[in-house]
């Protein structure tokens, strides 16, 4: 048996024993997808599911450094929706524009070298298409990937009982924030550092986004940059109509005031003022404030107001802090690793009151390392080396109380 054909085998046995150990059918067919992608040193790739409620295909779980998610296709254009409509694969192993330039516009920032479309379907129904982009090294993909590729499709769709079906689509709002292209880089002396590498990402009103990633990946310094704490190098940060990369000073102070809300690791209260004065110190310099004790009472410390820091434990100081955040009324509130200080009991408190916030309609974009926190995102952005790596949309919400760690 040629090496070729090995490595095929390894790869489909490696994505059939991740599918086995899945628990739920979105982790089956999210691990196997990174498997092969694994395995054909692919750059990206994406499930797309055929929405029954407007005939479309729309992203069911990608990795690539751009947000999919408002993305779909029409069955019977594009590579994607011939796949989906004739059930045939494409393979466009040296892709150009002029093979298909729907797919360059779906994937908006990703200039695709390779590529290539494979049904995904169940024995009853066809479910939608699975796409592979790029090599990580630049090269281009072969046929014998392109038959793994093949047979992944298969193996994803073994994955699904007959009676299981794939989860409805994630209905958010409106989109009220773009990124696009935005980077960021840092200098000292003749050393230029790359934090942020391109970002393409749109956040929708009302939901919680989780950022995850390693150390140094460039996840508070977006964070920074949505926030208007910091400029990007290039690219484009428009929020609610408004580009703010190139934004001076004054108007990204306007900006934060009247739109943004920060809950950050260390809470930063004044030690010499009492939490009801905490949060009265804000009140004064916002217009249209919420009135402290029902700020507190939110947060459930109304019986605490009085208390200065030192007299509070850590999780009560968080959640003064959200309690400080919600003074503006915010549209978004930005949190920068919010429980890394506080033990697992506390933190399940503070998550609770930030569940309890995005309930009632507050955009919540968070940073942080604890994996088991996404379990209560609508959307996880998993972010590597500067650029968006993977998103997920989950479908299973899980609540604060929920969590274990």
Known sequence: ???????????LNEAQTAIARASTLDEALQEGLKVILKNCKAEGGAIWYANKDDNSLRPYFWVATSDLTSCSH???EGAVGRVFKNQQSERYLNFTAANDPMTVADFAGIDITSMICVPFSSKYNNLGCIQFINKEDGGFFTNEEADVCEMMGMLAAMALDE????QPEWNPGKVIMRVRGVTREYTNGDVVTKVLKGVNLDVYEGEFLVLLGESGCGKSTLLNIIGGMDHPTA??????GEEFADATQERLTDYRRDNIGFIFQSYNLMPNLNAKQNLELIASLVPNPMSADEALDIVNLGQRKYNYPSQMSGGQQQR???ARALMKRPRIILADEPTAALDYTTSIEVLDVMERIIAEGTTMIMVTHNEEI???????VRMRGGRMHEVTINRHKAHATDLVW
């Open 235 to 240: 690219g484009s940060f428009e929020c609610f």
């Open 1 to 11: 048996m040629d090496t070729s054909m090995v490595s095929a085998y390894r790869a």
């Open 163 to 166: 009676n299981e079906q794939i």
């Open 320 to 322: 003064v802090s959200i």
């Open 74 to 76: 029409v069955p019977g």
């Open 374 to 380: 996404c379990r209560m995102a609508d959307r996880v």
